[in-house]
């Protein structure tokens, strides 16, 4: 049986400037640019499409993690951007991780 390697990194793959605006005010992407905008002005950059769009239990986690802070209109602390950006990281590994264990089990149920 082949073990799956799962190892967690926490270097962050995105970008983000911190600035006196970081109130969550929209939420848009711009798909050739890889950003997502919380308002006119400042984004996320290097966000894959994959991730931006994967869901669990058919949410896309990182809009609906944003559309809540727009709702009450958050202004984004140095750690709400930080967590946003480790949970981009957890997503992509999470992709892995689901990729690897698709090539060890080519069909299910497993006979």
Not at 2 to 8: A, E, M, R
Not at 23 to 41: A, G, L, R, S
Request: net charge positive; proline share 4%; charged share 25%.
């Amino acid at each position: 049986m082949t073990l799956i390697d799962i190892t967690i990194t926490h270097t962050i793959i995105t970008t983000y400037c911190l600035s006196r605006d970081n109130t969550v005010t929209e939420v848009n992407c711009k798909q050739p640019e890889q950003k997502i905008y919380i308002n006119k002005q400042k984004y996320f950059e290097g966000v894959i499409p994959e991730v931006r769009t994967f869901k669990i239990s058919g949410y896309q986690v990182l809009d609906k993690w944003l559309k809540a802070r727009k709702k009450v209109k958050r202004s984004l602390s140095f750690d709400d951007v930080l967590h946003y950006q480790r949970v981009i990281v957890a997503l992509k590994e999470k992709m892995q991780i689901i990729t690897k264990i698709d090539q060890l089990i080519p069909s299910f149920p497993i006979e």
